[in-house]
């Protein structure tokens, strides 16, 4: 500490104050006490006093530093990296994964905005991955980063002309976790953008696992279930059952089997979700009717309804928009007259908004 003529000074062994008056030394100093009186004292006895508008001045002048880093850096909306917000919800929960999101600057002017791409890591491990975007009918290298699980890390800012670039995206991933056994393979993954869904606002979600709206592209291969074990019991149990569906043409047994569901629709087991929105059904639909689009996505919905109801699941989710209503509405028209058993009702707002009806399946 060191002091200097004039300042203000209390001590530190006894309560009492005073005046520095002159510098003796390094060591000591002469201190004039409140009756007059001017006595040696050791320095490191001694504690400078400040008064109260001291303090205020201090104060203040700590608040305005503090203002103006707070100015000068404001905190960002979409930072580099971001952890994924926990979902208790199960009906808002996002399967486990590896996603893309296109999250728009604004999202109240979709059309018109900005977006940030994120690659999100829904995993409890960390993730090393490249990815390359296609130039001139080659994959070429753009970055490549580590994302930390349960996390998203930003990739890229585009506007609205830069997203025929994102068209074509290349993958590859190595999962790890220090300390820890996983048996996991590189993945490497190719998808594939259509640049026509930014123009549809249905395509943005809200998704509580970001606290965002965004357009979500899952990437990571879904989850393979363990083959079921039989045992000699079963085999002879199986021997013994007649198969269902047996149909004889002539002398030809034919067994009608069951085809399994799609698996791009299932989202968690025993739940389906089904976008029927057309440029997801079809490529070629330029230059048809309205109505024959509507029979393309009528025809879908009944198909992968049957397809649902055979394989036992619990629940299908048919995504069909807000829009004029019309698609919506002839869904419920053949829920009504053709499943009069089934239940049905407007899936999560938070994730769909009014864009989506969900089936419950009955057995």
Not at 5 to 19: A, C, M, T, W, Y
Not at 224 to 242: A, H, R, S, V
Not at 294 to 313: D, H, P, R, T, V
Request: aromatic share 12%; hydrophobic share 35%; net charge negative.
């Amino acid at each position: 500490m060191l002091l200097k003529p004039g300042d203000k000074v209390s001590f530190l062994n006894e309560k009492r104050d005073g005046i520095v008056k002159k510098i003796l030394n390094n060591k000591m100093v002469i201190i004039e006490i409140d009756d007059g009186f001017e006595i040696p004292v050791l320095e490191h006895d001694l504690v400078k006093a400040h008064s109260f508008e001291d303090y205020n001045d201090r104060a203040k002048e700590k608040n305005t530093e503090i203002q103006a880093l707070q100015e000068e850096k404001p905190k960002e909306k979409f930072p580099e990296r971001i952890d994924l917000f926990e979902v208790i919800d199960v009906k808002n929960k996002t399967r486990r994964g590896i996603y893309i999101a296109f999250i728009p600057e604004n999202p109240d002017e979709i059309l018109s905005s900005n977006f940030y791409i994120y690659l999100i890591n829904h995993y409890s491990h960390d993730l090393l991955f490249t990815y390359s975007l296609k130039e001139q009918g080659k994959f070429i290298c753009k970055d490549f980063d580590r994302a930390d699980e349960e996390s998203a890390i930003l990739l890229d800012i585009i506007d609205k002309s830069d997203i025929e670039k994102w068209k074509d995206i290349y993958f590859q991933f190595i999962f790890f976790k220090k300390d820890y056994f996983l048996n996991m393979p590189p993945v490497v993954r190719e998808i594939q953008v259509k640049p026509v869904r930014f123009y549809k606002e249905d395509n943005f979600i809200f998704y509580p696992l970001l606290n965002e709206k965004c357009f979500l592209i899952p990437i990571s291969e879904k989850e393979k279930q363990q083959p079921e074990e039989w045992t000699e019991e079963k085999w002879e149990n199986k021997k013994n059952e007649k198969p269902s569906g047996l149909k004889i043409i002539g002398h030809i047994n034919e067994i009608n089997k069951i085809e399994p569901f799609p698996e791009k629709h299932i989202i968690e087991k025993g739940i389906a979700e089904v976008d029927l929105h057309i440029e997801e059904l079809t490529e070629d639909y330029s230059g048809k009717e309205n109505f024959e689009l509507l029979n393309i996505q009528l025809g879908y919905f009944s198909k992968m309804l049957e397809s649902a109801m055979a394989n036992k699941f619990k629940k299908i989710i048919f995504i069909h928009g807000a829009g004029s209503g019309k698609l919506k509405q002839e869904i419920i028209n053949k829920l009504k007259n053709n499943y009069p058993d089934l239940k049905f009702c407007d899936a999560s707002v938070l994730r769909y908004g009014k864009g989506a009806t969900e089936v419950e399946l009955l057995y």
